[in-house]
């Protein structure tokens, strides 16, 4: 009877075992087939962005240049047809290609990010189409200006040049500022204060208004900014008060061979450049960069390494400026006179930033990066040349970039004439940091580096970090914005000094973000606060920050970050 049992149980047992090695069996296979699904979807995601990219690198400016380069690699005989792939690769990455290729993807991918900006309007819920209505309206009340001072000169929009006009302009291409232009009862369409004014009019639908309330901040509108702590992360070369470049460069090296921090840096940028990597040549920004290799490793960032084909296209853009005469003309020729011209740092530059304003106004490449931002308007002006019938080839967009000139427009481009000897390198490296940064500036937008966010974010540090300097400003009346709002819009060309400019673009570009510029607008009303809570007009509180000719960037950022 017990045998009997005991081969019962020992049955049984069997069983579950056999059940239970089934079970396992079975789970193993869900996940083959799990882990198999996921391979085939990641496999057809990574096809899908080779595709993608495939297609959308045809479309960049150094393609042709790289492609022509690639061919000739495959017809020599360093590549061997029985062995085709290892070839091809070890060839490329004799040549230098293969780092051209990663440069290219870098590249590519910055666009991506600059194209598809995280949506803000999904950060708190909100319905941000307001501020594009906005931007809409905007640039139909620049549009009106513009007609009514043609109307009011009686000049056109566009018109051919005449034959004399063309020789003269073409004769005098390298010292335009030696021509007479007549201009005195030319006017910009529009600054800064006008600007802001606008901004201030923005309100929510959704928000209600007390009242007799002033508008006076952008606390209401419900685009997420980062505060302090997370800046301390983003920038996080700044917050851990490592050495820099432009702190103190006579501090000893890490380096044995080097004597102290600049020698370092000189000698760190050159290896950099020698390697021509894009995105080690950003990383290398962050810690400042020297004088003599800035202009090279901003070129690599941007991708603006001047090409053969570039410099074709300049000459076109400059064919281009000869042969129309556009009104926006005599507004870049204006606002050059009103702002570079007559500022000490820059006046020797009048002749370059001529041909860079004119040649830009003429870029239509410009155009689809300026108006494919779903969050801005987007409108273009077309004008009928003077005397011509109104036909599809008579007519062109105004100003064929898209972009229409307002006083101190200009002082995006100066600094860039510190970098580079050359017009052309000039142009590209002016072009590409505008189309990745600045135009966002005049722009009324949702975007994460717009000018709405860069306001709000310098508006959140000075409220939480200096509640007193805020309250004192608020008691009078004044809007701290107002203030420093000039700063914002140009990212502080003009009012600080070159030198100090240059790093903080450097850090621009490193970080790859307008937030530093919010940062070191509310660091310096900080730094300034015991003179500011003794004024309480806007005349006195403008009159202490007129002159920012002692201030230091780097170590004002890095201090303001290392603060409690």
């Known amino acids: 009877m017990e045998k009997e049992k005991l081969a019962a149980e020992q049955r049984a047992s069997g069983g579950r075992a056999k059940k239970a090695k089934n079970s396992c069996q079975e789970v193993r296979d869900e996940e083959e087939q799990v882990t198999t699904a996921v391979a085939s979807d990641r496999a057809q995601q990574l096809q899908g962005m080779a595709e993608k990219l495939s297609l959308e690198i045809q479309g ?136 802001l004014e606008v901004l201030f009019s923005l309100r929510d639908p959704t928000f209600k208004k007390q009242p007799n309330e002033l508008n006076w901040e952008f606390s209401h509108i419900q685009i997420k900014v980062k505060t302090l702590a997370q800046l301390r992360d ?121 041909k860079t304003m004119l040649s830009f106004s003429r870029d239509s490449e410009v155009l689809p990066s300026v108006t494919r931002d779903k969050c801005a308007g987007g409108q273009v002006i077309h004008a009928v040349l003077q005397g011509k019938p109104a036909t599809l080839e008579n007519t062109l967009v105004f100003p064929p970039s898209g972009v229409i000139p307002f006083h101190g427009f200009t002082m995006y481009a100066t600094p860039f004439c510190y970098l580079y000897d050359d017009p052309c390198a000039i142009y590209f490296t002016f072009r590409a940091f505008y189309l990745r940064y600045w135009f966002r500036l005049h722009t009324v937008s949702s975007h994460e580096q717009g000018i709405v966010a860069v306001c709000l974010c310098f508006e959140r540090l000075l409220q939480c ?8 400003f608020r008691n009078l009346h004044i809007p701290p914005v107002k203030v420093v709002f000039k700063w914002l819009m140009r990212g502080f060309s003009g009012h600080l000094p070159p030198e100090q400019l240059l790093y903080l673009w450097d850090l621009v570009l490193a970080y790859d973000s307008l937030e530093i510029v919010a940062l070191l607008a509310a660091t310096i009303l900080s730094f300034r606060k015991d003179n500011l809570m003794q004024v309480n007009t806007v005349h006195n509180v403008e009159a202490v920050l007129a002159d920012l000719s002692s201030i230091k960037v780097m170590p004002l950022l890095q201090l303001s970050l290392l603060r409690d």
């Open 60 to 195: 960049m400016s150094n393609y042709k240049q790289l492609y022509s380069e690639i061919q000739r690699i495959v017809a020599s005989s360093a590549v061997k047809k029985d062995d085709f792939k290892n070839t091809l690769l070890e060839a490329l990455k004799r040549e230098g290609l293969e780092t051209e290729l990663r440069n290219t993807v870098f590249h590519w991918m910055r666009s991506q990010r600059l194209d598809k900006p995280k949506e803000q309007a999904n950060v708190y819920g909100a319905d941000l189409s307001y501020l594009k209505k906005a931007q809409m309206q905007w640039e139909r009340r620049i549009q009106k200006s513009l007609n009514s001072m043609c109307n009011e000169l009686n000049i056109p929009l566009a018109r051919l040049r005449s034959a004399a006009d063309r020789d003269e302009l073409a004769e005098k291409w390298n010292e335009l500022s030696t021509c007479d232009f007549d201009l005195g009862q030319y006017r910009p369409l529009f600054a800064p204060k006008d600007f």
């Open 234 to 354: 983003a920038y996080e070369e700044l917050s851990r008060g490592e050495p820099l470049l432009g702190v103190n460069g006579n501090v000893a090296s890490s380096l044995g061979h080097c004597p102290n921090l600049e020698a370092e840096r000189i000698h760190l940028g050159e290896k950099v450049l020698k390697a021509n990597q894009a995105p080690v040549a950003q990383e290398f920004l962050k810690r400042g960069c020297p004088r003599a290799l800035r202009g090279r490793l901003w070129s690599l960032v941007l991708g603006s390494v001047v090409r053969d084909a570039d410099a074709d296209y300049y000459d076109e853009l400059k064919a281009m400026v000869l042969q129309y005469d556009l009104m926006v003309d005599k507004l870049i020729i204006k606002d050059v006179q009103l702002t570079a011209s007559n500022d000490d740092q820059y006046f020797v530059f009048e002749d370059l930033l001529y």
């Open 465 to 472: 970090h200096e509640p007193e300097l805020w309250a004192h």
